[in-house]
C-alpha cells in the first residue's frame, strides 16, 4: 500500500477570505433588518425558554438564553447539540465553541490521531481554569503539564459545557484565557420522573488492520437513567456509563527532534546560522513511526440530590473514567548527514555518500484513570440571601510500561563493557529531494534496506515505567447577597477557597546491549507490504519483539549494561510536588432593570514545596542526591464587569480583570534530565524552581444582538501578559556529561519572557431557520463563528538580547467553525467544518529557523439522526471526512516539515433508545 502524507498534497486547504467572510455575515445583517421590522410590528419576544422544541434548535435556544442571562462573556454547548456532533470527548466538543481550539499531543513518543486539550484565546490550557460542575479534577499527561485532560471525559456526561471569556473574583484566576465549566446531567431536568437511554454503535475507521489485524469495528455504547421520588419529587438520582474501543493506526513522517536540517557553505562546510550558507535546507534524518492502537474508554457518572425544601438542596456526585491505550510503535530510520558533506546539491536535492538506519520497536500500553466525588449544598435564606458549600476529591494516575528492541546499520562497537555507538556507511548512500517542503529520500541500493544481516543489535530496553499520580482536594464556600439574576439594587458576595494539589512522577529504564558485533536481526526482522510515506518506495520493517527477546536471553555472554546511563534514568526524571492554595475575595454589584455592574477582589495565596533529583560529576563519577525547592506567592486580583441592554434585544459587555496564570508542576521540579542518542549529542531537559506565574490584564468589550430566533456577538478582547512562560530551547550548547566528557546537546529549560501581548476579535452569528431569508429555506439552520488573533511573545536568547514572535504559545492566527443543519419532522442532519490556523509549538530562543508550528488544519465532520417513532432514534456519524492529518513546520519561512501524522476518518452507525 502506498501512503502518501504530503501536508501539500493530502486535500486543498480552506482559508478564509475577507470576500467570504463578508458574504458570509451578510446573511445576519439582511435577517436582522427583517426582525427589527418585525419586532417593531409586535412580532414573538425571543424570550426562548417558552418555546417547546427538540433537537438541535432546542439545544441553539438554550445556549442563547444561557448567554443572555450570564454575567459575564460566555459561550456554551447544551447536550443535544453535543448529541448532533460526533464528538466522543469533551476536547473535541470544545473546538465548536468560538474563540476555542483545540491541540494535539505534543511528545515525540506516542501518536497524534486525537485532540487532548483545549485552548481558549489563543492560551494553551495549562493556563485556563477547567472544572466539573464548579470544582477542579486531577488530571495527568504524558507532559506532566498542568490543567485536565479533557479526551479522558465522554461527551456524554454533558448537560451542558460552559466557556466562560471573563473572569470574576468567585472563580479560580487561573483563567487568563478563559475557564471551561463541565455542567453534569441532573436528575431534576426535564421535569423530574424517570427516564432511560441507550444507544449502541458499531463503526469504521479508515486506517485500521496494517501492518498488524485487529480485533474488527469499533464499538460504543452507553446508557443513562434518572428518577425522582418523594411527594413533591424533592429526590432524585442519575447515572449514567458508557465505554467505546476504536483499533487504528497512524504513521508519522519527521525529521530529528530537535536540529531538523543542517545548513552547509559552499564549501561544504557545515554551519550553525542558515544566514552563512548557500540557504538550502539539508534535511538531517528522515523518521517514519507507524502506531498501532487499540484505544479503549469507559466510565460511569452518578449523582444523589435533593430538594427537602424550595430553599435547601444538596447533591453527591461520583465518577471513575478510564483510559486504555495498547500501542506499539515501529521505528524506521534513515540519517542523511550523521557525518557527511552533501554532494551535488541543488536548491532542493542532493546526494549522501554514506548515510545510517535505525530500526525500532517499542511495546508501550498505558493505562489512565481517574476518579471523582463532589458534594455540596445550598441553602436560600432570608429571601434574598444564598450559602453554598463545595467539596471535591479526584484522583488521577497513569501508568504506562515500555519494552523497547533497537537495530542499527551503521555501528561501531568500542570494546568490551562499552556500549556501541553509531557511524556512517557507504551501502546508505542516499539522495534526497525536497518535495513542496517534505524530504523525500533515495536509498542507492534498496536491496541494503531489506537484507536482514546488515541490521545489528544496539539495545535493549526490557520493563521501563513511567509512573504518574494526581491528587487535588477543592473546597469552596460562597454567600452572596442580593446578587442573583433577578435582583435589583445593590447586592454584597464574599467567599473562602482552598486547595491542596499534590502530583508525583516516577520513571525508570534499563539500558542493555552488545559490546561486540554478532547479533543481527537474521530471523527477527520482517519486511511487510506497507510502504514507509516519501521513501522511494522503501517497505516498512519490524521486528519481532519475542524473538529478539529471545535474542537477548541466549546470549547474556554479549550484553552489557550502560550502568551510568541507568542509574540516570532510575533518578533524574523523579519529582514530588505539592501546592497549596488559598483564597478569599469580596464582591459588590448593582443591577437596575437594564444594566448589571460587579466589581471585586480576591487574594489568592500559593505555598509550593518540591523535590527532584541532581548529580554533580567529580572525575567523571556522577553522585546523585535530592534537592528541594519551595515558593510562595501572594496575589490581590481585581475584578469589574458590567452589561447594558441598550434596547431589549441589544446588549452591551464590558470586563477588566487580573488573573494569573500557574506554571506546569514539572516547570518547578529541581532536576536536569539528560538522554543521549547514538551519536553521542545530547538532549538535556532543566526545571527551573524560580519559575513565576503569569500575570495578566485582560480587556473586554463586547455587543449581542438578539434575534427572533437567533444571535449576532461581536467581542474584541486584550491581554497583557508579564512573565509569560515558554520553554527555551537552545541547540548545539556544550554540556559537561556524568563520564566527565563536555558534548553537544540541545537544552530546554521553561522560561519567564519578557513580556507578551494578544489581541483578538470574535464574531458569531446563529440563526435557527434560514426562513426570512426564503420559505424553502425554512428547515436550514446556520451557525457560524470567526476568531482573528494578533499575538506577541518577547523571550530572552542566551546572550541576553532579546527577540519577538509573532504569536503566543499554542496561539493560532485565526479559528472558524461554520455548521449547516436541516430539520424536517424527525429527520435532523448536519454539517460540520472547524479550521485552526497556523499556531507555535515550541521555540528555539536563539534559532528562529527551529521555531516548530502547528500547520493550519481544517476538519470536517456531518452526522444524522432519524426519529423513527417516539422511543427510537437511528443515526449516523462521520469524524474527520477528509481524513485531515496534523502537521508541524519549521525552517526560515515556517514551510518545512517537522512532522505530519495521519488522522484516521470514522464512521459510525447506530440506535439511541429512549423512555
Same mark, same amino acid.
Given at each position: 500500500? @502506498?501512503?502518501?502524507?504530503?501536508?501539500?498534497?493530502?486535500?486543498?486547504?480552506?482559508?478564509?477570505?475577507?470576500?467570504?467572510?463578508?458574504?458570509?455575515?451578510?446573511?445576519?445583517?439582511?435577517?436582522?433588518?427583517?426582525?427589527? =421590522?418585525?419586532?417593531?410590528?409586535?412580532?414573538?419576544?425571543?424570550?426562548?425558554?417558552?418555546?417547546?422544541?427538540?433537537?438541535?434548535? !432546542?439545544?441553539?435556544?438554550?445556549?442563547?438564553?444561557?448567554?443572555?442571562?450570564?454575567?459575564?462573556?460566555?459561550?456554551?454547548?447544551?447536550?443535544?447539540?453535543?448529541?448532533?456532533?460526533?464528538?466522543?470527548?469533551?476536547? +473535541?466538543?470544545?473546538?465548536?465553541? $468560538?474563540?476555542?481550539?483545540?491541540?494535539?499531543?505534543?511528545?515525540?513518543?506516542?501518536?497524534?490521531? +486525537?485532540?487532548?486539550?483545549?485552548?481558549?484565546?489563543?492560551?494553551?490550557?495549562?493556563?485556563?481554569?477547567?472544572?466539573?460542575?464548579?470544582?477542579?479534577?486531577?488530571?495527568? #499527561?504524558?507532559?506532566?503539564?498542568?490543567?485536565?485532560?479533557? #479526551?479522558?471525559? $465522554?461527551?456524554?456526561?454533558?448537560?451542558?459545557?460552559?466557556?466562560?471569556?471573563?473572569?470574576?473574583? &468567585?472563580?479560580?484566576?487561573?483563567?487568563?484565557?478563559?475557564?471551561?465549566?463541565?455542567?453534569?446531567?441532573?436528575?431534576?431536568?426535564?421535569?423530574?420522573?424517570?427516564?432511560?437511554?441507550?444507544?449502541?454503535?458499531?463503526?469504521?475507521?479508515?486506517?485500521?488492520? @496494517?501492518?498488524?489485524?485487529?480485533?474488527?469495528?469499533?464499538?460504543?455504547?452507553?446508557?443513562?437513567?434518572?428518577?425522582?421520588?418523594?411527594?413533591?419529587?424533592?429526590?432524585?438520582?442519575?447515572?449514567?456509563?458508557?465505554?467505546?474501543?476504536?483499533?487504528?493506526?497512524?504513521?508519522?513522517?519527521?525529521? /530529528?527532534?530537535?536540529?531538523?536540517?543542517?545548513?552547509?557553505?559552499?564549501?561544504?562546510?557545515?554551519?550553525?546560522?542558515?544566514?552563512?550558507?548557500?540557504?538550502?535546507?539539508?534535511?538531517?534524518?528522515?523518521?517514519?513511526?507507524?502506531?498501532?492502537?487499540?484505544? +479503549?474508554?469507559?466510565?460511569?457518572?452518578?449523582?444523589?440530590?435533593?430538594?427537602?425544601?424550595?430553599?435547601?438542596?444538596?447533591?453527591?456526585?461520583?465518577?471513575?473514567?478510564?483510559?486504555?491505550?495498547?500501542?506499539?510503535?515501529? *521505528?524506521?530510520?534513515?540519517?542523511? =548527514?550523521?557525518?557527511?558533506?552533501?554532494?551535488?546539491?541543488?536548491?532542493?536535492?542532493?546526494?549522501?555518500?554514506?548515510? *545510517?538506519?535505525?530500526?525500532?520497536?517499542?511495546?508501550?500500553?498505558?493505562?489512565?484513570?481517574?476518579? %471523582?466525588?463532589?458534594?455540596?449544598?445550598?441553602?436560600?435564606?432570608?429571601?434574598?440571601?444564598?450559602?453554598?458549600?463545595?467539596?471535591?476529591?479526584?484522583?488521577?494516575?497513569?501508568? +504506562?510500561?515500555? =519494552?523497547?528492541?533497537?537495530?542499527?546499520?551503521?555501528?561501531?562497537?568500542?570494546?568490551?563493557?562499552?556500549?556501541?555507538?553509531?557511524?556512517?556507511?557507504?551501502?546508505?548512500?542516499?539522495?534526497?529531494?525536497? %518535495?513542496?517542503?517534505?524530504?523525500?529520500?533515495?536509498? =542507492?541500493?534498496?536491496?541494503?534496506?531489506?537484507?536482514?544481516?546488515?541490521?545489528?543489535?544496539?539495545?535493549?530496553?526490557?520493563?521501563?515505567?513511567?509512573?504518574?499520580?494526581?491528587?487535588?482536594?477543592?473546597?469552596?464556600? &460562597?454567600?452572596?447577597?442580593?446578587?442573583?439574576?433577578?435582583?435589583?439594587?445593590?447586592?454584597?458576595?464574599?467567599?473562602?477557597?482552598?486547595?491542596?494539589?499534590?502530583?508525583?512522577?516516577?520513571?525508570?529504564?534499563?539500558?542493555?546491549?552488545?559490546?561486540?558485533?554478532?547479533?543481527?536481526?537474521?530471523?527477527?526482522?520482517?519486511?511487510?507490504?506497507?510502504?514507509? $510515506?516519501?521513501?522511494?518506495?522503501?517497505?516498512?520493517?519490524?521486528?519481532?519483539?519475542?524473538?529478539?527477546?529471545?535474542?537477548?536471553?541466549?546470549?547474556?555472554?554479549?550484553?552489557?549494561?550502560?550502568?551510568?546511563?541507568?542509574?540516570?534514568?532510575?533518578?533524574?526524571?523523579?519529582?514530588?510536588?505539592?501546592?497549596?492554595?488559598?483564597?478569599?475575595?469580596?464582591?459588590?454589584?448593582?443591577? /437596575?432593570?437594564?444594566?448589571?455592574?460587579?466589581?471585586?477582589?480576591?487574594?489568592?495565596?500559593?505555598?509550593?514545596?518540591? /523535590?527532584?533529583?541532581?548529580?554533580?560529576?567529580?572525575?567523571?563519577?556522577?553522585?546523585?542526591?535530592?534537592?528541594?525547592?519551595?515558593?510562595?506567592?501572594?496575589?490581590?486580583?481585581?475584578?469589574?464587569?458590567?452589561?447594558? #441592554?441598550?434596547?431589549?434585544?441589544?446588549?452591551?459587555?464590558?470586563?477588566?480583570?487580573?488573573?494569573?496564570?500557574?506554571?506546569?508542576?514539572?516547570?518547578?521540579?529541581?532536576?536536569?534530565?539528560?538522554?543521549?542518542?547514538?551519536?553521542?549529542?545530547?538532549?538535556?531537559?532543566?526545571?527551573? $524552581?524560580?519559575?513565576?506565574?503569569?500575570?495578566?490584564?485582560?480587556?473586554?468589550?463586547? %455587543? @449581542?444582538?438578539?434575534?427572533?430566533?437567533?444571535?449576532?456577538?461581536?467581542?474584541?478582547? #486584550?491581554?497583557?501578559?508579564?512573565?509569560?512562560?515558554?520553554?527555551?530551547?537552545?541547540?548545539?550548547?556544550?554540556? !559537561?556529561?556524568?563520564?566527565?566528557?563536555?558534548?553537544?546537546?540541545?537544552?530546554?529549560?521553561?522560561?519567564?519572557?519578557?513580556?507578551?501581548? %494578544?489581541?483578538?476579535? *470574535?464574531v458569531g452569528f446563529l440563526l435557527n431557520s434560514l426562513q426570512d431569508i426564503h420559505p424553502k429555506l425554512s428547515n436550514f439552520g446556520l451557525s457560524s463563528n470567526l476568531t482573528w488573533m494578533k499575538g506577541k511573545l518577547d523571550v530572552t536568547k542566551t546572550d541576553k538580547s532579546v527577540r519577538s514572535i509573532d504569536r503566543l504559545l499554542g496561539q493560532p492566527d485565526a479559528i472558524a467553525n461554520l455548521s449547516i443543519f436541516y430539520i424536517d419532522k424527525g429527520l435532523e442532519a448536519r454539517l460540520a467544518f472547524n479550521y485552526t490556523g497556523k499556531s507555535l509549538r515550541a521555540v528555539d530562543v536563539n534559532a528562529p529557523w527551529n521555531d516548530v508550528f502547528w500547520k493550519e488544519r481544517s476538519q470536517v465532520d456531518f452526522s444524522t439522526r432519524y426519529r423513527w417513532n417516539k422511543n427510537l432514534t437511528i443515526f449516523a456519524e462521520v469524524k474527520n471526512l477528509t481524513s485531515k492529518g496534523v502537521t508541524?513546520?519549521?525552517?526560515?519561512?515556517? &514551510? !518545512?516539515?517537522?512532522?505530519?501524522?495521519?488522522?484516521?476518518?470514522?464512521?459510525?452507525?447506530?440506535?439511541?433508545?429512549?423512555?
Amino acid at each position: 500500500m @502506498e501512503v502518501t502524507m504530503s501536508h501539500r498534497k493530502c486535500h486543498p486547504e480552506w482559508k478564509l477570505k475577507p470576500i467570504s467572510a463578508a458574504i458570509i455575515f451578510a446573511i445576519p445583517l439582511f435577517v436582522q433588518a427583517q426582525t427589527s =421590522t418585525e419586532t417593531a410590528a409586535g412580532a414573538a419576544s425571543p424570550e426562548l425558554e417558552t418555546v417547546t422544541v427538540s433537537g438541535q434548535r !432546542l439545544a441553539s435556544r438554550r445556549a442563547i438564553a444561557s448567554k443572555q442571562a450570564s454575567t459575564r462573556i460566555m459561550d456554551s454547548v447544551a447536550a443535544d447539540d453535543v448529541q448532533q456532533l460526533p464528538d466522543s470527548t469533551v476536547a +473535541e466538543t470544545l473546538r465548536r465553541i $468560538p474563540g476555542a481550539s483545540v491541540t494535539f499531543n505534543n511528545d515525540n513518543v506516542h501518536g497524534r490521531d +486525537e485532540a487532548e486539550r483545549p485552548v481558549l484565546r489563543g492560551l494553551d490550557a495549562r493556563y485556563n481554569n477547567t472544572t466539573v460542575d464548579g470544582l477542579g479534577i486531577a488530571s495527568v #499527561d504524558s507532559n506532566t503539564v498542568r490543567g485536565a485532560r479533557l #479526551d479522558l471525559l $465522554p461527551s456524554s456526561m454533558i448537560d451542558r459545557l460552559e466557556v466562560f471569556k471573563t473572569w470574576t473574583p &468567585d472563580l479560580n484566576p487561573n483563567a487568563i484565557g478563559g475557564s471551561t465549566n463541565v455542567v453534569t446531567r441532573s436528575a431534576f431536568a426535564k421535569g423530574g420522573g424517570f427516564h432511560a437511554s441507550m444507544s449502541l454503535a458499531a463503526g469504521n475507521v479508515s486506517n485500521h488492520g @496494517e501492518p498488524f489485524s485487529d480485533d474488527g469495528l469499533p464499538k460504543k455504547g452507553g446508557f443513562s437513567i434518572s428518577n425522582t421520588w418523594g411527594a413533591d419529587n424533592q429526590y432524585g438520582f442519575s447515572v449514567g456509563a458508557y465505554k467505546e474501543r476504536v483499533d487504528t493506526y497512524t504513521v508519522g513522517h519527521a525529521t /530529528t527532534d530537535s536540529v531538523y536540517y543542517n545548513y552547509f557553505s559552499n564549501t561544504g562546510t557545515k554551519v550553525t546560522d542558515p544566514s552563512l550558507s548557500n540557504g538550502y535546507a539539508v534535511p538531517q534524518n528522515n523518521k517514519y513511526f507507524w502506531f498501532q492502537d487499540s484505544r +479503549e474508554r469507559q466510565g460511569i457518572t452518578g449523582k444523589l440530590e435533593a430538594k427537602p425544601s424550595a430553599d435547601l438542596s444538596g447533591f453527591i456526585t461520583f465518577g471513575k473514567y478510564q483510559t486504555t491505550l495498547k500501542e506499539t510503535r515501529n *521505528e524506521n530510520y534513515i540519517s542523511t =548527514t550523521l557525518s557527511g558533506t552533501p554532494l551535488e546539491q541543488t536548491a532542493n536535492s542532493g546526494r549522501f555518500a554514506t548515510g *545510517e538506519a535505525e530500526l525500532g520497536y517499542s511495546d508501550q500500553p498505558q493505562k489512565r484513570t481517574t476518579n %471523582v466525588l463532589q458534594l455540596g449544598g445550598d441553602w436560600s435564606f432570608q429571601g434574598d440571601q444564598q450559602l453554598s458549600f463545595r467539596h471535591g476529591w479526584s484522583k488521577a494516575s497513569s501508568t +504506562e510500561i515500555r =519494552t523497547m528492541y533497537k537495530y542499527i546499520q551503521g555501528l561501531k562497537f568500542n570494546g568490551s563493557g562499552k556500549l556501541p555507538s553509531t557511524t556512517d556507511v557507504a551501502s546508505l548512500a542516499n539522495t534526497y529531494n525536497m %518535495v513542496n517542503g517534505q524530504p523525500v529520500i533515495y536509498l =542507492t541500493n534498496p536491496a541494503n534496506w531489506t537484507d536482514a544481516s546488515k541490521w545489528l543489535a544496539d539495545y535493549y530496553r526490557d520493563g521501563s515505567n513511567i509512573q504518574m499520580d494526581n491528587r487535588l482536594d477543592d473546597t469552596r464556600l &460562597d454567600w452572596k447577597k442580593n446578587l442573583d439574576e433577578e435582583s435589583k439594587g445593590w447586592g454584597v458576595g464574599a467567599g473562602l477557597g482552598r486547595t491542596m494539589n499534590r502530583f508525583n512522577y516516577d520513571s525508570n529504564q534499563f539500558d542493555q546491549g552488545p559490546s561486540r558485533a554478532g547479533l543481527t536481526a537474521e530471523g527477527i526482522l520482517s519486511v511487510t507490504n506497507s510502504i514507509l $510515506p516519501s521513501s522511494g518506495g522503501l517497505p516498512l520493517l519490524i521486528i519481532d519483539p519475542a524473538k529478539a527477546r529471545q535474542q537477548l536471553v541466549n546470549n547474556p555472554g554479549y550484553m552489557t549494561a550502560n550502568n551510568v546511563t541507568n542509574t540516570a534514568q532510575f533518578l533524574q526524571d523523579d519529582y514530588t510536588f505539592k501546592e497549596l492554595l488559598q483564597s478569599a475575595y469580596v464582591m459588590t454589584g448593582y443591577n /437596575t432593570q437594564k444594566s448589571r455592574s460587579l466589581f471585586g477582589v480576591r487574594y489568592d495565596m500559593s505555598d509550593i514545596a518540591t /523535590t527532584g533529583n541532581q548529580s554533580v560529576t567529580k572525575s567523571g563519577i556522577a553522585n546523585w542526591a535530592p534537592v528541594s525547592a519551595s515558593a510562595s506567592y501572594h496575589y490581590l486580583l481585581p475584578s469589574f464587569s458590567t452589561s447594558y #441592554d441598550i434596547e431589549k434585544n441589544l446588549k452591551v459587555r464590558a470586563a477588566v480583570a487580573k488573573t494569573i496564570g500557574r506554571p506546569d508542576f514539572s516547570f518547578y521540579a529541581p532536576r536536569i534530565s539528560v538522554s543521549e542518542a547514538n551519536d553521542g549529542t545530547l538532549s538535556v531537559s532543566k526545571g527551573n $524552581p524560580d519559575i513565576k506565574p503569569r500575570e495578566s490584564i485582560n480587556l473586554d468589550l463586547s %455587543v @449581542e444582538r438578539y434575534l427572533r430566533d437567533g444571535l449576532i456577538s461581536l467581542a474584541v478582547f #486584550d491581554k497583557k501578559i508579564d512573565n509569560e512562560i515558554y520553554t527555551a530551547t537552545a541547540t548545539n550548547q556544550p554540556y !559537561l556529561y556524568s563520564d566527565g566528557t563536555t558534548r553537544s546537546a540541545t537544552i530546554s529549560q521553561p522560561q519567564n519572557s519578557s513580556g507578551a501581548h %494578544v489581541t483578538g476579535i *470574535e464574531v458569531g452569528f446563529l440563526l435557527n431557520s434560514l426562513q426570512d431569508i426564503h420559505p424553502k429555506l425554512s428547515n436550514f439552520g446556520l451557525s457560524s463563528n470567526l476568531t482573528w488573533m494578533k499575538g506577541k511573545l518577547d523571550v530572552t536568547k542566551t546572550d541576553k538580547s532579546v527577540r519577538s514572535i509573532d504569536r503566543l504559545l499554542g496561539q493560532p492566527d485565526a479559528i472558524a467553525n461554520l455548521s449547516i443543519f436541516y430539520i424536517d419532522k424527525g429527520l435532523e442532519a448536519r454539517l460540520a467544518f472547524n479550521y485552526t490556523g497556523k499556531s507555535l509549538r515550541a521555540v528555539d530562543v536563539n534559532a528562529p529557523w527551529n521555531d516548530v508550528f502547528w500547520k493550519e488544519r481544517s476538519q470536517v465532520d456531518f452526522s444524522t439522526r432519524y426519529r423513527w417513532n417516539k422511543n427510537l432514534t437511528i443515526f449516523a456519524e462521520v469524524k474527520n471526512l477528509t481524513s485531515k492529518g496534523v502537521t508541524s513546520l519549521t525552517g526560515v519561512n515556517r &514551510d !518545512l516539515l517537522k512532522d505530519t501524522y495521519l488522522v484516521s476518518r470514522t464512521l459510525w452507525l447506530g440506535a439511541k433508545w429512549q423512555m
